[in-house]
């Protein structure tokens, strides 16, 4: 039913708020606070409103009506795209929580806890059937938000930035990812520019774990409500002019505890460390354009060995 046709049937007292599927209740979120639209429509008090969402286990709406949006998103990527790489659909996922943080602004902890699904492997069509998900509908409001990211539309969040390239489909042809210009610092440094979303959501890939070890301890971060974490290019960034492809790319990106980020940089042991990460790593970095001929090159890389003096 759509939120016209439920409105209609409640004034005429043919329909109660405790009859309703969860789906159809979390429609009302988007006709303005979900709790002052059900107690309007239903002509009941919002502390019974909030009862009857505890009761079907609705503990927060914009959380739930994201994972929906997801779980139907990659269930039709699925079934047009039987041939994408998993690790395209959990990209995908990512990406689209990203975009809809952004969109909203708000409850990015809840979203947060969205990216550790394993969204490649969920079994969607059982998803939608337990959750009773309107199809139809999510993928209408899937589209309109594709719609307006595509169009740039800022009218609704004047931080909104555009995130058309995490919605887009991977596609070989993008494959590897063009390196981005360098810029000037106020120093007048060249740097490599860094895009913070490709790290968050390498963070998210590895399940806010440490890749050397999921098992090492941290703390949970005030930031994400998840598992510290730091983001460590594998390929360092300073050797950006040797490589034809951009360095900043997920599976360039290793997640690591802090004391293993500084092990890496710092430890005797560095060596050892970077080839376990490279050899896990260096079928996934050739597809992105990034290669070396051996191991010892990246050896010199962390031994900070002049760029000049570095044959790939």
């Known amino acids: ?115 550790i699904f394993d969204w490649a492997n969920m079994d969607t069509k059982k998803e939608i059937e337990e959750r009773k ?17 595509e ?12 995130k058309l390239s995490h919605y887009s489909l991977p596609k070989e042809e993008f494959l590897p990812k063009r390196k981005p210009k360098k810029h000037a610092t106020k120093n007048e440094v060249y740097v490599y520019p860094r895009d913070k979303n490709v790290a968050k959501r390498a963070l998210a890939k590895a399940h806010y774990r440490c890749e050397l070890n999921p098992l090492h301890p941290t703390f949970i971060s005030r930031s994400t409500g998840e598992r510290y974490m730091e983001p460590h290019h594998l390929i360092p960034l300073d050797f950006y002019d040797l490589f034809e492809y951009s360095l900043d790319v997920e599976d360039n990106i290793i997640c690591l505890c802090s004391n293993c980020h500084n092990e890496i940089h710092y430890g005797v042991n560095y060596k050892q460390l970077i080839e376990k990460l490279y050899n896990e790593r260096k079928d996934s970095l050739k597809k992105c354009g990034i290669e070396i001929r051996d191991i010892k090159i990246l050896y010199q890389m962390y031994d900070h060995i002049e760029k000049e003096k570095i044959e790939l």
Do not use: W
């Not at 039709?76 to 975009?99: D, Q, T, V």
């Not at 169009?151 to 555009?162: A, E, F, V």
């Open 1 to 115: 039913m759509t939120v016209k046709e439920m409105k209609a049937k409640a004034q005429t007292g043919n329909l109660k708020l405790e009859d309703l599927e969860i789906e159809d209740i979390l429609k009302f979120g988007d006709e303005g606070f979900i709790n002052n639209e059900l107690s309007k429509c239903f002509n009941i008090s919002k502390e019974e409103v909030k009862k009857i969402k505890k009761k079907k286990k609705i503990t927060d709406s914009y959380y739930e009506d994201c994972i929906r949006n997801i779980i139907v998103l990659i269930d039709n990527m699925k079934e047009e795209h039987p041939e994408m790489p998993k690790e395209y659909l959990n990209a995908i996922a990512i990406g689209m929580i990203s975009g809809l943080e952004d969109f909203r602004g708000q409850h990015s902890n809840y979203l947060n806890k969205a990216r």
């Open 133 to 149: 998900i309107d199809v139809e509908y999510r993928l209408k409001k899937v589209n309109k938000i594709l719609q307006l990211v």
């Open 151 to 162: 169009k740039n539309d800022t009218s609704k969040n004047t931080k909104y930035q555009n």
